[in-house]
């Protein structure tokens, strides 16, 4: 299995790694801080550094299939098509550091952030979710119409109060005993291990299966990369709201021009 470092701490930009395989599903190693496609977050990109301190471009990160397509707990770091050569090199056992494009990241765990907070602006079951270094998107199972500039100052409002960002963890027996928590019609919690990851933003203090608090602001399972705090978000925006179906309006997100 590899040990997924960045669910703990988003903020960790590389690690030193052992290499466990390299296949055709990506290059496997102990321990990563590149996240892998998931929960409607785009995978990682970066560098893997070798000992000889030459780079081996990775273009994106994916969870590992099994042969009947079931994911396993393995991170697979797949080369750049370019890197080919490079890969060669490459063998079971070496040290590498694995270092993740932080710039590229840290628009992906602010705009993931983002999409928590439209969830306590728009009470709405969510029924699909992409989250891209460029732009957002959150589908909300609804009817009623959305205002763009309405969302927009109330994203505004909570990256200004300044709210903390919190990952915990909770246990499937308290999960199951409050459904409401799971706001997304699309990605299932992934169980299993008797705790499901949630990031809590908001200070309430209270028990964290009472949602309402008064400052709590949203409170969900979630096993993305997230700010630790709303104010790290800055300047984003509602770009569109889309009418994609008769009972789905499409939210997209993108950052303001800088100086706006
Ligand atoms: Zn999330």
New binding site residues.
Partial sequence: MTQDLFRQDAYLRECSATVVSIGEQGIVLDRTVFYPLG???AGDSGVLVLADGSEIAIADTRKGKDAEGHFTDEICHQGAPEMHEALSKLKQGDAVTARVDWERRHRLMRF??T??LLCHLVPQLVNG?S?TPDYARLDFNMTDPLDKDELTAGIARLVAAAHPVAVGSISDEELDANPALVK?MS?QPPRGSGFVRT?RIGTATADAVQVGGEQMIDY?????T?VANTAEIGAVVVTKIEKKSATTRRVVLGFAPAGT
Avoid: F, N
């Avoid at 969900?220 to 993305?224: I, N, R, V």
């Fill in positions: 929960g409607g977050q993931h952030t999409t928590h979710c989250i997304s990605v990031i969900q399972p979630c096993g993305g997230h």
